[in-house]
Structure formats: C-alpha cells, structure tokens
C-alpha cells in the first residue's frame, strides 16, 4: 500500500513538473510579453525560435528535454519496475499537453517526450530522431516532421526487439501507438494548414519569400484617357495665351503708327518686374 502511495504521489508531481511552461518562462523574462499571443500561439521551442531567434530555440529543446528525462531517471532510481516507469513518462507528457500551470493548456509534448522516450527507449528513439532530421529537411515543416517520427516510434520499438529477439514489452508498444495518436491529434491544426500549403516552414529559403504586394494606400497609376484630357487641355491653355499675345503686340503696334507713341520700352520693364 505505501509503494503504491507513493508511486501516485510520484506521478502527480511528474505532471506537475512536465507542466511547467519552459518556453512560456523564458520569453516572459526576456521580452515581458506572453508567447501564447505571439507567433503560431504555442509555447514549444519552434515559437521560441520566432520570437528569440534559433539559438534560444535549441536551449528551450534542451531544456524540455531535460524536463522529460528527470522523472523517469528519478523512476529507475526508485526502483520502479518498466510498466512504472511508462506511466510515469505518460504523467510528464501529459503535464506538457495539459498544462496545469497555464489552466490545462500547454504545449504540443515534442521536447518533453524527447527526454522521456530517450530514458525509457534509447535505440528506438534514436531512430525516430534520425527519421525526424531527415523529414525536416526534405519537408522543411517541423510539425508534419514531428507526426511522422511519431508514427516510426512503435514500429521501431518492435524492430529493436525483434532484433534483439527478445519478447515484446505489449505495455510499451500500446504507449507508443497512444502517444503517437496523441501527437497526431495534437498537431491537427498543423496537418491542415500543411494540406492547404499554408503551414509555416522551419527553415525560410529565398525562394520562400512571398513578394510584397503593392501598398493600398499608393496612388495608382494615371490612365491614358486622363492623360489626353490634360494634353489637350494645357494646348488649349497655350494657344489661348499666343493669341491674347499677338492681339496686344498687334494693337500696341497700330496704336503707335496712329500716335507716333512707343509702347515696347514700358512692356520691356513690365517683363523685367515681372
């Protein structure tokens, strides 16, 4: 009665501990601003990378990652046996998921299911990093790469066993297959926008880079039509001046002839004051 006691008094502290909001603590103290309002909204290390930049993004990782490792290690130094120590990386997943710190509302389980998975299944998880990093690459999408490293986790469990012919741990491939559901569950919201071509990509390329549309508050372009009005408009203008010019040159000229007065000094100056 006491072990059991105290393997549920373990596990409610390892939610508690997997809930922590890394991400979330470490943008508040940097920028005093909340993630979950900035970039896609979540609190994980890829968000991170978009508010503080990639070198910060690694450190949230590890940071997760350690978060997910300790309570297993704590788990094998208890003494608990393997179906224990499942449950107590499923309690740290779930706090990551289901975030009590920030009202049941947390991550997406990435970083802290790296630590945890890495305690209880190295080889296997060794796989799905190596199948992770090359669907990143060739997707450029951390999420759909995350799904996909999840669904190769049962199936490497059971490629490790069977290689070490050893029998199968059925408790282990039943949390894999669940947490692989749940990670695929969780990250619905990214396969959609993945399917519309509207998921944002980890790595920006130049070809990437939409062109900057026009702004709407730049004048548009004049049309031809209006450019011919105001040509005609101003050969209007000029011929109406070189006929007003002509008939004041023609009666100044036919006015002096009668009076023998000269007009071209005083309109010389008027040019020059003008």
Request: aromatic share 12%; proline share 4%.
């Amino acid at each position: 009665m006491t072990h059991v006691l105290i393997f549920i008094g373990f596990a409610a502290c390892s939610f508690l501990w997997g809930g922590i909001p890394i991400g979330y603590i470490v943008v508040k103290l940097l920028k005093g601003t909340d993630l979950r309002t900035l970039g896609s909204g979540n609190i994980g290390a890829t968000n991170v990378r978009r508010v503080l930049g990639t070198a910060w993004f690694f450190a949230v990782l590890a940071l997760d990652a350690a978060k997910g490792a300790a309570p297993v290690l704590l788990s094998l130094m208890f003494g608990f046996d393997g179906f224990a120590r499942i449950l107590i990386a499923a309690s740290t997943i779930g706090g990551n998921l289901f975030s009590l710190w920030l009202g049941f509302k947390g991550g997406k389980g990435i970083g802290t299911g790296l630590g945890a998975l890495l305690i209880l299944a190295p080889f296997p998880m060794a796989a799905c990093l190596i199948v992770f990093v090359i669907a990143l690459l060739t997707l450029n999408y951390v999420s759909v790469a995350s799904v996909i490293a999840a669904s190769v986790f049962p199936i490497a469990i059971f490629a490790a066993e069977s290689v070490k012919k050893v029998r199968h741990d059925t408790a282990l491939l039943v949390f894999a297959v669940i947490l692989a559901l749940a990670l695929a569950v969780v990250h619905r919201a990214n396969l959609a926008r993945f399917a519309r071509g509207t998921e944002n990509k980890f790595f920006i390329r130049e070809l990437d880079v939409v062109p900057r549309s026009p702004s709407a508050t730049s004048a548009p372009p004049p049309y031809p039509q209006a450019r011919i009005h105001a040509f005609r408009l101003h050969a209007c203008i000029s011929l109406v001046q070189r006929r007003c010019q002509f008939q004041i040159g023609f009666e100044c000229r036919g006015f002096r002839r009668f009076t023998g007065f000269n007009y071209q000094p005083i309109l010389a100056r008027k040019r020059i004051l003008e």
